[in-house]
């Protein structure tokens, strides 16, 4: 057994692990444990699969042994392939996520009325779609059919890159990396990297930055605005957040996933008011939904919903025994669902014809008929209520946050002050005139998931803390922004932790230190926002005094938003190194010269401390080129 004291900073985990121990659990630190020694040529990116021939192995711990696989491939190569292959991946995963996004907006026109009509008209407005004496019905059609052909289109660039800095657009042209088509790019990534195609690592990450890119400022941005034009742009509002949101006497029902066409068709069913009449018939109080992982960020940020917990924690929430169905849909859905669900009477129900697992119960949603299934897979978890077994334990063990900081609604906020000093509404201009007094120093975007070679939520909370003390902002998303409402930092008494200059913005503001702008896919909320920010001071977004982080990182998806990140020319530090340190050559490349090429760079710093102090002299080192 593991040292849980050691392992989580999180309370609520703690508690839960000793619980799955007592009833011969295993857990994602069990199995994390089992698996020691791992594989150190996997670990370093030597190991080739790409042909028949291998697997290859490079040896480098001594002079003996393979220096190139049997078809030649070298350690650059190799390395570098295996890298840009996880990029296309988790760039397929954001882009197919917003592909369905831009279906369920297809599908909805004419049948319900979209949430956000102002985001809808302003995205036909950057999109060329003429909106004249049309009815907000049609041009959701026109434009969701735009998005779609975003994926597929034979020529042209993806319409999104126009929100960059155009300093930024004419880097990306210059080298080669603007992205065509989604699909394309990640088409041609599986293809160059292919046996027997492209060798230059150099060319390889090149192809690599298009499939990032074609996410980031494709197909995420697309998941992002579709997703607020169907059901609403987030405003700020008050959540509870960890495993004590669960409630005994009710029908608990987790959500777990991340696309929000499930969740919020679940959330809807749950407010039935035959299936609360069904649920108090079963004994129950009434129906408790909570969220997991990023569908949990969707669901708080435009319901209010609670957030029950991150990635690591999604076994967990089953062995509380006290859930009646955890329901899924696609990514950061841990097989082992099954095997721990089998133990409890949970009953995890898949959704998507793209994620089964074996031993769950499948209920194919289809947004088209959303409701009905909805109310169906609804209906399943009541009826369990009554099949509880075991001991049901739920730690009281919850905290307190705001979140649902979409650009809009720091924009809101920003006018407050703007207005009050006769200045024009709709600007960033309030955060620029903090960042170049030096009251904020920078901001720094904190994402990603949870890893078994990191403790858990420590490294996100760590830094998040010692980024503040230096009057640095943080926004975060996806399972980091769970680790920061877990540990308070989403509440306004957060700002304790906070250096002078940032606890005075941020009372100004009435807004918590660490903002939470959203899921995985709403990174690309956080590159608008910095593309309104370097446009207003007429810089580029390598300029300015920013950086990401992702200190506790694990996803094929987690690679592709480094990526993009990079190639947008943000510094990006991460707390797990991917699996290319066995290429001193791509190592280098992607640490260092990449830098001198487009202003942007990976950091690899497992220490959350010296990752902060890092953070710091970078932005200290963008003032003083700024001139702040
Ligand atoms: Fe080995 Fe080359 Fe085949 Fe990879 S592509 S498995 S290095 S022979
Ligand atoms: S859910 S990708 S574990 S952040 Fe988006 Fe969390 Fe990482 Fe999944």
Known sequence: MINCELFTCDAATKKLY??????RIDTVWDRALAMQPQCGFGEMGLCCTNCSMGPCRIVKVSDDGPKAGICGATEDTIASRNFARAVAAGSAAHSDH???IAL??????????????????????EWGIAVEGKDASRIAREVAEKALSEFGKIFGKLLFLKRAP??????????????EAIDREIVEVLHSTHMGSDAD?????????????????????IGTELSDVLFGTPVPRKVEANLGVLKKECVNIVVHGHEPTLSEAIVMAARDPELLELAKKQGAEGINVVGMCCTGNEIAMRHGIPMAGDFFQQE???????????????????????????????KLITTSPKAKVPGAIHMEFDEQKGLDIAKRIVKEAVMNFKNRKGEVYIPDVKSEGEIGYSLEAIIKILDR???????????????????????????????????????????????????????????????????????????????KYCGKGLATVCELLDIPPVLHMGSCVDISRILVLLSEVANYMGVDISDLPVA???PEWMSEKAQSIGLYAVASGIYVVLGVSPAVTGSENVTNYLTKDLESVLGGRFEIEKDPVKAAEKIAVHIENKRKRLGI
């Not at 009057?471 to 306004?492: F, Q, R």
């Open 166 to 179: 155009h300093k930024r657009q004419n880097l990306w042209d210059e080298l080669g990396v603007a992205p």
């Open 417 to 495: 002050v703007t207005n009050s000093f006769a200045h024009p509404s709709g600007t960033v201009k309030p955060l620029v005139d903090a960042i170049k007094s030096g009251v904020l120093r920078g901001a720094v975007a904190i994402v990603g998931c949870n890893n078994h070679k990191q403790p858990h939520n420590s490294c996100h909370v760590t830094l998040a803390k010692e980024l503040l003390r230096r009057d640095i902002l943080v926004v975060t998303t996806g399972c980091g922004a769970h680790s920061c409402i877990k540990a308070g930092l989403m509440s306004k008494e957060a700002r």
């Open 316 to 346: 967990l929430a089953i062995v509380t025994g006290a859930v009646e169905a955890m329901i899924v849909d696609v990514q950061c859905i841990m097989p082992s669902l099954a095997t721990v669900a089998k133990c409890y009477h949970t």
């Open 98 to 100: 917003g592909r369905d």
């Open 104 to 125: 369920a907006l297809y599908h909805a026109t004419g049948k319900i009325r979209v949430k956000d009509e102002e985001k809808l008209f302003k995205i036909a407005g």
């Open 18 to 23: 000793e619980k799955a121990k007592k009833e």
């Open 201 to 221: 690592y150099r060319n390889i990450i090149r192809q690599a930055i298009r499939a990032a890119l074609s996410d980031g400022w494709g197909g995420s941005m």
């Open 548 to 550: 990401a982080a992702a």
